[in-house]
Structures are given as C-alpha cells and as structure tokens.
C-alpha cells in the first residue's frame, strides 16, 4: 500500500530541472554519468539520476549529480530541491562518480567447460579476455535571511563553485514562483502543485543555476551537509520531468549495509538473465522485476554491497594538484603546468587531453580562446596566442588557481577521505516511470544483512551432443539446447524471485518467494532433455517442488540481487565444476 507523504527529520534531496527547449520537449530531471566514462567535458545522458549518500557521523551528507540536455539555453534553467532544512552547500567531486559508478557495476561472467568425448582433445584454452573541504561560497547576498511583506523569506543567498543558490521559505509557493523569475530561475508551471505539496509540508524549497560566464563544461555534482539520520529521494518532484523507466542509482557510504525503508526489496530470477550473452537483457529484466506483484513498481534491487575499498581512487585526487602554482604565472604556461599536475596534456595535432571532467570548462571560463579559434588549437600552441590572451579574465591566475582549489582540488580531498573514513559501500538500482513517482524513498542501514558482490560467473558445461547445461552462481542447473541460446522455458512466468522488506536489523522479511516454483520448472526442463543422465541401473533422478506460498523464506538467494548470489549449499555449484576451464569475456551489464 503506498504511503502519504511525510516530513523527515533529514533533507530529502532530489532535483527538477527547468530549461528552455524547443515546444513539446520531454527534458528529464537530472541525469547519469555513464560508467566508465573518460574525463572530459562532462556528458549528458537524460535517462537517470545518480546520488551518493554518506551516513553515519554527526551530519548526513549527500552527493548529487547534476546533468541535463546540452540542447537547451545553460543560462536559462533552475534546478530545485525540497528540504527540511537549510543544509551546507559545496562542490562536490565528479570523478568521484565516475570512480564509483566503474568500480561497482555488477558484472556477468561465463566459464566454459567440455565433456570427454571420444572425438576431441581433451585440452583447454586457459587464457582471458576481458570485457568486460573547502565550500564554494561567495559572499552572500546582503538580502539573506529577510523578507519583505509579498516575498518569500531568503534563508541562504550564495555562489557555490559554478552555481547561484538560494534557499526560499514561505507557506505559498505564489511568492517562491515570482522571486525565482524576477532573479533569473526559469519556471515550470508542472512544478507548482507538487511543490506546494512539500511547502504545505514545511519543507523549504533551494534553487539552483549556473553562474554567468559559465556554461555545461562547467556543471559539477553538488553535496549538501545536514543534521539528521534520514536520506530520501522526493520523487514526487521528479515524476514532472521524468521518462518511462528512468534509471535510478543510490549510492551509500557507511559502516554497514544499506537498504530501502519504504520501498520493497527484489532479488531477480537468474532464470530470465541471458547468461550466455553476459546479462545482455539485464535492464529489461531488472524493470520486470520491480514491477512484480508486491513490489508494484516501487522497489530497488541491490546491485552491490561490500568493501569501499574497491573504488579504484585514481583520478579523485592528486597530491600534485597545487592551485598556488597559477598564481602570478603567465598564462602561457598555464597548460604545461597542467600537465606538470597531471591534470592536462596538449599536444601537437593538435590534441588536448583533460584528466579531469572540470578542467577544460575552468579554462574556458578563466583562459578564454580569442573569437575564431578552435579551443584546442588554442591550448595546445599557447604561446602563438599571447598577445591575443585575454589577461582581465586571467586576472594574473588568482581567480583560475581559486577555482582549481573550490571545484577541484577540495572536492578530491574529500572524497577520497569518505572512501577512506567509510569502510561499507551499498549500491541500488531501480527504473520507475512517473505514475510510479507517488511517495518519496528512505533509506537506512542494516547489519545484519550479506554482502552483494559485484561478480557473477556461471559456468557452461558443453555435452558431446552440441548441447549445454549452464551451471549457475547458486548451483541450479539449466539444459541449453544448441549452447549457445538462452532457451525460454516453458511455464517458467517470474521474473522476481523474491520480494522482500527490510527492517532496521534482522533479516529481510519475504512477501514472495518463488524459488521452490522456479526450481520445479527448471528441474522439469531439464528432465525433458534427459539430464540429469540416467545412472547406471537405468534411474533418471527426478526433482522439482512446490510453488513457495508469501510465508516461504527458504532460499538459496537470500539477500542476493539480481539472483546472482555465490553461496550455495549444492555440491554441483560453480567450485567444483570440471578443472577443464576456459573462461570467456566478461560483460558489464548496461549502465
């Protein structure tokens, strides 16, 4: 049953993005990184959000990545987020993402082994081929804090690295509505009703845009600091903007695992995974499952749970970075000191290469090419250009070596102290689509609950009669006509294999459980094609069970998304398959 919306102690985060495009444009609210992304100019893809919460400690944190269309005006937008309260604004770090966006991706791998047959070698080709600080505030604004007798109340008025944020109060979101226009925010009229609906629940509403004089190479994640335990996600305010099955990932970093408060909980029937093409479906899957009875839609699977350590910190930050070493430099060899950072190289085709999202956008801004130049002939023959360098927006260095530290530098800093001070790191996923968008996520951390890990390999023993049986993490076992398709089993209707809640500690209750249903089809598939193999009396083992009733907990994927889990109580199981191994590419699933 959906609930009503209530007021948490902590900030709910989230974002609607406003812009000027052409009539009839559907723009999504926020947006992903893709994993694995190469630095540079920052992408945009419209598909999904990605944010990281830090829990534990006196304050709440929260990491927001902020992306929207490159097609529309980037002067001409606001970006809004309910709050309880007025929390601290900084930079946030974008490499931050693309490290943790990489590094937990789930994964789908497949060995391949082979029976003895009379007409082949028994030899095996072993080898693998893979795929598979300091805040940015200005000086704020004299108005901060007071009111007049028509407008809202300005609770906080400042510069945060690229954007101007202000912080609005007031009972009626009438006089919030005028304030943004008159000072530059664009509106979307299909905002105000939700947005009164968090006012009417005392929520503040924040705002967002970018600065002048900066443009969407400048666009970082932004991170707000807050009292309270509580995280959430206001989807109600994103519905307004949002496409079918929008992609959404949750990050938290803390000292144990976490999960959804509100919404359900899926592990998915590895059944429906294409294992041999590498979960090549894995999203159409995913989407099915949290659509499933009891999960109705509002439901997250856990794609990762275990050590922080596993983000890759390079390009976070670099003791190197030294923001002073552009003071009082000749712009000349403002490059060439980027790449004694690390942070930059240029070279003669000319060819830039910028190891850092934001550090062409903080040329552009700081270093500006002349009318008529192409930008990356530019940096990379600095010197041909010195008497057309415009030394006012270079300000002898001061203005770019205090951007390099506030967007850069800090935000790196404190990104790898989180990795380093937080020890557990969680990562759900899910896709919703607007008429879902009805009550806002929680999230909280639980003990008690396994770790998920990020690779899932499964193994493909090949039969001297061209056929398989894929051996999966679990230890089931499921007969593959041909060998090299996925087959669709008869009967076999479920694409969840467990809903679930989950509480504060203890394990998950279950409200579905078809593992035992799931297991019958797939025994009797097997026994259709004559496998298990009859012994040598001439018996053919037989199997199978009863479908699980709501009150069924018995399964061997207890707590493990994506139905991938790797522990398994069948001695069948993936330890002790035939040493006759080869493994073959791993695939990501779609990010």
């Known amino acids: 049953m959906m609930r009503g919306a209530t007021k948490f102690a902590g900030v709910c985060v989230s974002a609607v993005l406003t812009a000027m495009t052409v009539p009839g444009r559907a723009e999504a609210c926020g947006g992903t990184f893709c994993d694995g992304a190469v630095p540079g100019p920052m992408p ?14 006196d304050k709440a944190e929260v990491h927001i990545q902020i992306s929207y269309d490159p097609n529309t005006n980037a002067n001409k937008f606001a970006w809004m987020i309910p709050l309880a309260s007025v929390p601290d604004f900084s930079v946030g770090s974008q490499p931050l993402f693309d490290r ?16 003895a047959c009379d007409f082949v070698t028994s030899t095996a080709d072993n080898a693998s081929s893979g795929l598979g600080g300091t805040t940015g505030d200005g000086d704020p604004d004299p108005s901060a804090g007071e009111s007049s ?34 000072n530059g925010y664009n509106w979307d009229p299909k905002a105000g009703p939700i947005l009164q609906q968090y006012l009417d629940e005392g929520n503040v509403i924040a705002a967002l845009k970018l600065t002048n004089g900066v443009g969407l190479e400048d666009i970082h994640p932004i991170t707000l600091r807050y009292d309270g335990l509580e995280t959430c996600f206001p989807l109600r305010l994103t519905r307004i903007a949002a496409i079918e099955d929008m992609e959404i990932r949750v990050f938290v970093l803390a000292s144990e695992r976490a999960a959804p408060t509100n919404f359900r909980h899926v592990l998915v029937n590895p059944l429906k995974l294409d294992w041999i ?20 839609g509002r439901a997250f699977v856990t ?5 922080s350590s596993t983000v890759f910190q390079g390009g976070i930050f670099d003791n190197n970075w030294d923001e002073q070493a552009f003071v009082d430099l000749d712009p000349v060899q403002a490059v060439a000191t980027l790449g004694d950072q690390g942070l930059a190289l240029c070279i003669d085709e000319p060819s830039c290469t910028w190891n850092h999202p934001l550090i062409y956008g903080l040329l552009l801004e700081f270093l500006p090419p002349p009318d008529g130049v192409d930008p990356l002939t530019f940096y990379a023959y600095l010197g041909d250009y010195a008497d057309q360098i415009d030394l006012v927006k270079w300000n002898n260095g001061a203005e770019f070596s205090a951007a390099l530290l506030d967007r850069v530098i800090d935000p790196g800093m404190h ?13 759900m996923y899910t896709l919703i689509s607007p008429g879902e968008m009805m009550e806002d996520p929680i999230f909280h951390l639980n003990p008690d609950l396994d770790d998920v890990p990020q690779l899932r390999v499964a193994n493909n023993y090949f039969l001297c009669d061209g056929d398989s049986v894929v051996t999966l993490p679990d230890g089931r076992e499921v007969y593959v006509p041909g060998g090299f398709t996925w087959p669709t089993i008869p009967n076999e209707m479920w694409w969840e294999e467990e809903v679930q809640t989950i509480g504060l500690k203890g394990a998950p209750m279950t409200l579905v459980n078809n593992t035992n249903a799931i297991t019958k089809v797939v025994t009797d598939w097997n026994l259709s094609h004559g496998w298990p193999r009859a012994d040598d009396t001439g018996n053919t083992p037989t199997g199978g069970g009863d479908s699980m009733t709501e009150t069924d907990t018995d399964s061997p994927l207890d707590d493990e998304p994506g139905a991938c889990g790797c522990r398994s109580n069948d001695p069948r199981g993936l330890w002790l398959m035939l040493p006759l191994l080869a493994l073959r590419r791993r695939r990501t699933t779609s990010l």
Do not use: H
């Open 277 to 296: 093409n590498y979960a090549s479906n894995y999203k159409t899957v995913i989407t099915n499952a949290v659509d499933a009875m009891m999960a109705d």
């Open 44 to 57: 945009v893809d419209q598909t999904g959000e990605n944010v990281i919460f830090v829990m534990g400690g």
């Open 149 to 182: 007798d028509t407008g809202p109340e300005v609770l906080l008025n400042e510069t945060v690295g690229a954007f101007d944020v202000v912080v609005l109060q007031d009972t009626e979101l009438a006089p919030i509505q005028a304030w943004l226009e008159d």
């Open 415 to 427: 990104a790898v102290d989180l990795l380093d001070t937080w020890p557990y790191l969680t990562r």
């Open 303 to 307: 794609e990762y749970a275990g050590t």
């Open 100 to 115: 943790v966006l990489a590094s937990t991706v789930p994964t789908y791998d497949i060995t391949q082994s082979f029976e």
